[in-house]
């Protein structure tokens, strides 16, 4: 994997890896700058890692049981870049493209 491009970066990205809880990856590497994929859960939403724009190996996942909750947090804040919605519910998928939650939307 890539490594990130300088020791500031490498720093911000590092500490943004404690808003939350470490589910997969976490690994890092001080003397290569290298920080594994990361999936962080449970982030507090007025962390950096909910507030800042990322720009590394790292994704939060928040966890909801509906997607009206999903929409209002969503709006509530600056529209993010992206926005990954895993779900088995194709209405769900579509929900999320129509209602514009984001540039664009994954899953």
């Known amino acids: 994997f890539a490594r990130i491009i300088n020791n500031n970066h490498y720093n911000r990205l590092k ?20 920080i ?27 966890e909801y049981e509906d997607m009206s909750s999903v929409l209002k947090f969503i709006r509530s804040r600056q529209k993010p870049l992206v926005c990954y919605l895993f779900s088995s519910n194709a209405k769900t ?14 899953r």
Not at 15 to 34: F, I
Not at 39 to 55: A, G, H, Q, R, V
Not at 93 to 106: K, L, P, T, Y
């Open 15 to 34: 500490s943004l890896m404690s808003d939350g809880t470490v589910a997969v990856g976490g690994t890092t590497n001080d003397e290569t700058c290298y």
């Open 36 to 62: 594994a994929p990361t999936i962080i859960t449970n982030p507090p939403l007025d962390s950096k890692l909910m507030t800042d724009e990322i720009f590394g190996p790292i994704l939060p996942i928040l």
């Open 93 to 106: 998928h579509r929900r999320g493209q129509e209602e514009g939650v984001s540039r664009n939307i994954g």
